[in-house]
Structures are given as C-alpha cells and as structure tokens.
C-alpha cells in the first residue's frame, strides 16, 4: 500500500494524490420554479457586533483564531441544519450535477468505516493521518465506497462536497456559502467568549452535545455520544438561535479564502476575508475531531481544504442574504 504525504490532520486535499484525472467543467445551474423553498428550515440571525477569535491556551494560533476583535454582522437567514443527503439528492436529481469526487473517481474516507473488501482493496493512505484512506467509487451517493449508500441516511449531513459542489447547490437552490465571520457569530448563538456553543463545558451535566470522537483516536470509539461516522442533522440540543450541529459531526465550508492573518487586517464590519487564495475556510470540526489530536470543534477553531477537495467528513449549511 501507498503512503502519500500530508501533514494536517482535520483536512486533506486532493493535491497529495499523484493519480488524478481530474476534469473540472463549469454545468450552469439554474433553479427550477418549482424549488420555492429557500427559506425552509432557515433561521434569522439579526446581526450585531460580537468577539470574535480566541485567545485560550490551548488554541491552534498558526491557524489564525487569534487574536480577538470586534466583529459587526448584518442579519442574514442560515439553515438550521447542515444540507442532508435528502436535499443534496433533489439537487442531483434536478441538475443532473456531478460532483468533484465523481469527476475525480475517488475520494478521502475514514477507515473504520470501510467494509472488509473495501479495505483491502485500498492502494494509498495518507502519510502522518493513516487513517485517511484513497477509495476509488467514494462520492456522495455511496460514502464509503462501492457498495456502500445513503438510504438509510438521508436525514444525515451530505458528505465528500468539495467547496465548488457546496457552490452549485447554494446557485439553484438561491443561497449563498456563509463568510467565517457570520458562521462563528450564528454558532456562538448570542454567548460571548465561550469555547462551543451551548458554554466551555464539552459535557454540561455530563451529557453528550455534539458527536465527535469518543475513546482513543483512531483506534478505538467508543460511540458513547451514540455514533462512528455522521449522526441526523438534527440530533441533539440547538444553540440559541436555534442552529444544530455547529459542532461536530461534519465540517463545514465557508465562502472566504483561507488566511491565517488577513482578518487582523480586515474589515470590522461584515469581513469578507482575503480577495484571493488557494484553499477556502471551513468551520465546526467533525466526527474524527478528539482532543488528543485536533479540538476544532471549539466555535473559533478554523482550517482550509482546496476548494475541489472532498472527504467522509465534509459538508456544508447555507446562509440567504436579507434585502
């Protein structure tokens, strides 16, 4: 088996991957009349000025969550859930679009969620993240691989989206990807300072709230917050505005480029990050995020992936401007 190179855990991108056969083509979509629902399952987040960033101990400061400042937001609306594999497959079915992991014929999954003949079958894992494996077939449809579906998972966070497939879908479905800052200021839910969404408490009252890795990572979950891989959108409590899954579950895109010291120099009022990069941000970490090795799912923790990168871990929300 293969080793290939990458050296951040929370995200890897199709750069590492020498065999690509990649062919992006841009497919107008449009929405159709009759998708009218695109406020459904939206919240309206009336703006106002917040801390963002953090300046804890134990914060990724390379990655730039520091240091704190004074953010302004304008009211936007924002999907209470992360888009299901549901909804994600209404869009398919009406466009016809083909994402970049079909397109690519490949891509990034967990291991412990591989079947057995999958798992042999695997010809390159991720040097430093072994647990990354290369599994030709994966796509949105069949996460895991051939053989693998979505049928008892539509009520789940659709999956392998790359940043380019997150903006097809906000195109016909009339929304738009959120900027860092308005996706931190919706998770904090109206606290100030505070490590997740519902406090700096990981287990308020020793109860699970959100679904990340529990046990020792990656080889052993125990599951004690219930699941392995992705767990439904709307399992556990919303923060206070009424948002699930801010934390946890999957990651999720945001529309910036990726900077780990643009925002220091940006705009305090509605940022929208660097005019130009190579990777875009994402947001809220994921079913693999423990502390041992990366506890972004704290509401300031931020990484990056090249926008045509795709993963078992990786999903998106929507956000709607209000004019």
């Known amino acids: 088996m293969e080793s290939i190179d990458k050296q951040s855990c929370c995200s890897v991108d199709r750069s590492v991957v020498k065999a690509s056969s990649y062919r992006h083509s841009d497919i107008p979509i449009e929405r159709t009349t009759e998708y009218e629902k695109c406020s459904e399952d939206m919240v309206l987040i009336t703006g106002g000025e917040y801390l963002m960033g953090t300046d804890d101990a134990d914060s990724n400061q390379a990655d730039g969550e520091g240091p704190i400042r004074n953010v302004k937001i304008l009211d936007f609306l924002m999907d209470q859930y992360a888009v299901t594999n549901l909804k994600f497959k209404e869009f398919v079915e009406d466009t016809g679009y083909k994402t970049d992991a079909e397109t690519y014929g490949w ?100 109860k699970h709230v959100c679904n990340i890795w529990q046990g020792q990572f990656p080889k052993e979950n125990t599951e004690a917050d219930g699941y392995l891989g992705t767990a439904p959108v709307s399992v556990f409590e919303p923060n206070g505005y009424g948002l699930y899954n801010m934390s946890g579950n999957v990651w999720e895109w945001c529309q910036n480029y990726f900077s780990p010291n643009f925002h220091i120099f940006d705009t305090k009022e509605n940022p929208q990050g660097p005019p130009q990069g190579e990777t875009r941000s994402m947001r809220g970490g994921s079913y693999l995020c423990h502390d041992s090795y990366c506890n972004r799912y704290r509401v300031a923790a931020r990484t990056s992936n090249t926008p045509d990168s795709s993963t078992g871990n990786l999903g998106f929300r929507c956000v709607k401007d209000i004019r």
């Open 107 to 206: 891509s990034f999954v967990f291991y412990k969620l591989l079947s057995e003949e999958i798992a042999k079958s695997v010809k390159q894992v991720v040097s430093g993240t072994p647990w990354w494996s290369v599994v030709e077939g994966a796509y949105w449809y069949q996460p895991e691989g051939v053989g693998s579906h979505i049928q008892n998972r539509l009520d789940h966070p659709v999956v392998h989206i790359s940043w380019n497939d997150a903006q097809a879908y906000c195109q016909w479905a009339g929304k738009r990807l959120p900027t860092e800052a308005e996706w931190e200021y919706a998770a904090r839910g109206g606290l100030t300072q505070k490590r997740y969404p519902w406090g700096d408490d990981l287990m308020p009252e020793e």
